[in-house]
């Protein structure tokens, strides 16, 4: 049965677009406003928006692409469910692509660290006030925010543009964690250990935090899945 569209504001200005829908809806995926395998309503989506098929179908595409909803043939589309397979094919092409940005960072000019130093520590001391206010829809948020400045620092289109989907996915995964996460201040101390190395220039220490970090928030959410909202 199709599910309603949860309750929710959309803002859009001026005439819908199919990007600013796509925009809209991804983040309220990563949020949790749509559960994992729930159905969206393209009926009442449209409705809602007060817009036509048209752009709204152009949307729930690019969503589909970008692998966040999954069509199913004769069903209609549905929020991505994912398994613990999942998550560690993400972290590990999230590895992958973190520790090429690393080398471009480190073979990149002094400003240009320095500019992406400067940036993360900001988003640090943003998370560290987010763990004393427990708010993790703010730290998830941040944490990917993180890693995507990180990557962002190198001002490689083409690694930017691939990790935009490897966050919106990691986003998902780590808002599970709310629930399984046993100490959340161990994760601003993972991001502080890769900031440290990166503005110290140390390559294999950048290289080793960011593996580890990898590696433990794959332990995190596939150690109790079904806490974590992941499927086996």
């Known amino acids: 049965m199709s599910m309603a569209a ?12 199919a990007q600013l829908i796509a925009d809209q ?16 309503n393209e009926s009442a989506l449209a409705s809602q928006l007060n817009t036509s098929r048209g752009p709204l179908r152009e949307a729930l595409q690019r969503l589909c692409q970008e692998g966040i909803l999954v069509s199913k043939r004769n069903r209609g589309v549905f929020v991505l469910e994912l398994t613990a397979a999942d998550v560690k094919e993400i972290y590990a092409v999230r590895e992958a692509v973190e520790l090429a ?3 471009t960072l480190l073979d ?10 400067r940036e993360l520590k900001a988003i640090i001391k943003n998370m560290a006030k987010q763990v004393k206010a427990s708010d993790w829809q703010a ?14 620092g190198t001002g490689n289109t083409r690694l930017i543009r691939i990790y935009e989907t490897l966050a919106a996915e990691s986003r998902m995964c780590i808002l599970g964690l709310e629930v399984a996460y046993p100490r959340i201040d161990v994760l601003v101390q993972e ?15 950048l290289q080793r935090a960011i593996q580890r970090h990898m590696e433990k928030a794959v332990e995190d959410l596939t150690s109790d ?8």
């Not at 990149?108 to 130093?117: D, F, L, M, R």
């Not at 899945?225 to 086996?232: D, H, Q, R, T, V």
């Open 225 to 232: 899945p079904e806490a974590a909202g992941i499927s086996a």
């Open 139 to 152: 730290l998830a948020r941040l944490d990917m925010q993180f890693h995507t400045t990180f990557v962002s």
């Open 6 to 17: 949860p309750e929710a504001t959309f803002v859009l200005e001026g005439r819908p677009t």
């Open 108 to 117: 990149s000019g002094p400003e240009q660290i320095a500019t992406t130093v």
């Open 191 to 205: 991001h502080q250990k890769i900031l440290d190395h990166l503005e110290a220039g140390d390559r294999q220490g």
């Open 101 to 103: 940005a690393a080398h």
């Open 25 to 40: 809806l991804r983040e309220l995926i990563v949020q949790g406003a749509f559960r994992p395998g729930q159905q969206v």
